[in-house]
């Protein structure tokens, strides 16, 4: 069972650390254990009870009134709330229940009915990116159990595939062809996959490598195919030089391709980028991006 700071609680909630300071000590909705030096912590249950609370509390029911439910009560009252909600952050806070608790059904069904009112580009963008950057620090500092990570990237992985084998690949002999890859060392696929998926819905032709590839496999393919754009993503393989050395590396060796680049270490960090490397901040700008190359 992972264990959660209150920082962290906050970070996963949107409610403030003073706020639930306040409902544990007025209302008890949450009782945190203690460690040995006495810093209070939490567990997988409170978590999912605050974020089913914010969920009520954000659609209007008073905190006093949440606090008397119990845990059945509580449960149904969200899923009713939630039925039909198109907030993407109920939608966030529903997913995270469903990972903490490994509920397949309930995480495929949240994701099949906001995909159904807002389609799949829309989902991905107001609901799934936010909600693994929202996790994504607890991973790497060991807060939620990694299972956590492989259970939901495997689901949203499979419709990713999904979407992408239903797109026409080109035929045009004039379009313009991306090479898509991630450094060796780096596993973390999901956005690349997502950014393929735009890249062939826009007609372009994609070849797309994986993940942990060396630099010379991408060297080799690139003679091979005459790209004119690559495109990776940098999150947890490469610290802050080691990303600029990497980027240097591939703007030296691809001086007349444009290199588009997204990920943790691109958002985080403060890199002067070479002239012909371009950072994605999001894929609302990489759509817009793709309509003028």
Known sequence: MASYSIKELENLSGIKAHTIRIWEKRYAIIKPARTDTNIRYYCDDDLKRLLNIAILNRSGMRISNISKLSDTELTNKVMNASSDSSSSESNIENLIIAMVEMDEYKFDRILSRYIMHEGFEN?????????????GLLWQTGSINPAHEHFVSNLFRQKLMVAIDNIVVS??????????????????????L????????????????GSSVPFKD???????????????????????????????????????????????????????????VLKVSSPVYFAETLKNN
Not at 123 to 133: A, G, H, M, R, S
Not at 183 to 189: A, L, T
Not at 230 to 251: G, R, V
Not at 257 to 269: D, R, S
Request: aromatic content about 16%.
């Open 123 to 135: 989902t991905v963008i107001k609901v799934i990116f936010p909600f693994f950057e929202k996790i």
């Open 171 to 192: 035929e045009s002999q004039t379009a313009k062809k991306f090479l898509l890859f991630l450094p060796e060392g780096e596993y973390h696929e999901l956005a690349l």
């Open 194 to 209: 997502f950014y393929n998926y735009l890249i062939k819905k826009s007609g372009r032709l994609v070849y797309y490598l």
């Open 218 to 276: 991408v060297l080799e393919t690139s003679k091979m195919v005459n790209p004119d754009f690559l495109f990776t993503s940098l999150t947890s393989s490469l610290n802050k030089d080691e990303t600029k050395a990497y980027l240097k590396n591939l703007s030296e060796t691809f001086p007349f391709q444009k290199i588009f680049v997204t990920g943790l270490q691109i958002k985080e960090n403060f890199i002067d980028l070479p002239s012909n």
